[in-house]
């Protein structure tokens, strides 16, 4: 399946790098910030990011993901941390409202989730979190990176165009997309 | 029951294989073991149709056990349908380095053309 995968043979453009602060659409005040550091049970921005797992609507699942539970909210955050990528959330005070990670495939090459908590969609959050993961992985010499995301998942596919990603294979259920940060 | 189980050599498919194994030693279903050549997979049918066999003759049960050669899901359907069987088993399919579940293509043709049930093992 992988290596059926055809990235953009063009580098995108520049993407902004965390921290960012704006006004969602709502008018909150939302922080973007790179999670950095150990991210372990305990730890104060561990802890809230379950909690956002553990409130996320169950509708908003792909492809089993969050799981449903708080043990097996656990268990899957535990083995995503464990595999050093990188992680931007977003935070309202000490609220997070959105998660977005790249997870290493290989050396050069990450697959890409981002989860917005259902309170916080549709108010651009997505975006800007998005943009702020792949600015984050770009600094660090990330080169590629993909995703899969179920066909009819109209608003997920529109923003992942919207920053660039292109269709990198398109016969299974769920189709694959890419881009090329470096 | 007649079962078919269908396995190509990636993980998900030895984990169907040891679930309809164990199923059947408990319900008395009747199980056939298709193996065909999976792209995706590194295992050689040869050593599953062998460790195939050794599951079920471990577990008492006849090791009726068929290398199904041409287009994996094709051929997967077709013995499904010209011998009768009831259910067709397959892996349930593997999960990416983030834990998304991917269906095997596999998995995906079976699913849109069988006539019969298909069940998937998680």
């Given at each position: 399946m992988s290596d059926e995968r055809a990235y953009p043979s063009e580098v995108a453009t520049e993407f902004p790098r965390p921290p960012r602060e704006f006004e969602d659409a709502e008018g909150r005040p939302i922080e973007v910030r790179a999670w950095e550091g150990e991210h372990g049970p305990g730890d104060d921005a561990f802890e809230s990011v379950v909690e956002m797992y553990v409130e996320f609507?169950?509708?908003?699942?792909?492809?089993?993901?969050?799981?449903?539970?708080e043990d097996r909210i656990r268990e899957w955050l535990a083995n995503l941390f464990e595999q050093d990528g990188y992680d931007v959330l977003a935070w309202q005070g000490d609220e997070v409202a959105g998660h977005a990670t790249l997870v290493p495939d290989d050396d050069s090459t990450y697959e890409l989730a981002i989860f917005v908590h259902q309170e916080y969609q549709g108010a651009g959050i997505g975006t800007k979190l998005i943009e702020a993961l792949l600015g984050h992985g770009q600094e660090h010499g990330a080169e590629y990176v993909w995703l899969t995301v179920e066909r009819w998942n109209r608003p997920a596919v529109a923003l992942y165009e919207k920053v660039g990603f292109e269709t990198a294979?398109?016969?299974?259920?769920e189709m694959e997309m890419a881009i090329r940060l470096n | 029951m007649k079962v078919l189980l269908g396995i190509g050599g990636a993980d998900d498919s030895l984990d169907a294989l040891h679930e309809t194994v164990e199923r059947a030693v408990e319900t008395g279903d009747e199980v056939t073991v298709a193996v065909v050549e999976n792209?995706?997979?590194?295992?050689a049918p040869e050593d599953l149709v062998d460790v195939a066999r050794e599951t079920l003759t471990d577990a008492g049960?006849?090791?009726d056990v068929r290398r199904l050669s041409g287009d994996p899901g094709s051929s997967i359907v077709e013995l499904a349908e010209s011998e009768e069987f009831d259910q067709i088993v397959l892996g349930g399919g593997q999960r990416s380095p983030m834990g998304k579940i991917r269906l095997g293509n596999i998995a995906e043709f079976v699913l849109l053309n069988a006539r019969v049930s298909v069940k998937l093992v998680r």
């Open positions: 609507d169950p509708a908003d699942r792909a492809q089993g993901v969050p799981p449903v539970g294979a398109a016969e299974s259920f | 792209p995706d997979s590194d295992r049960l006849e090791a």
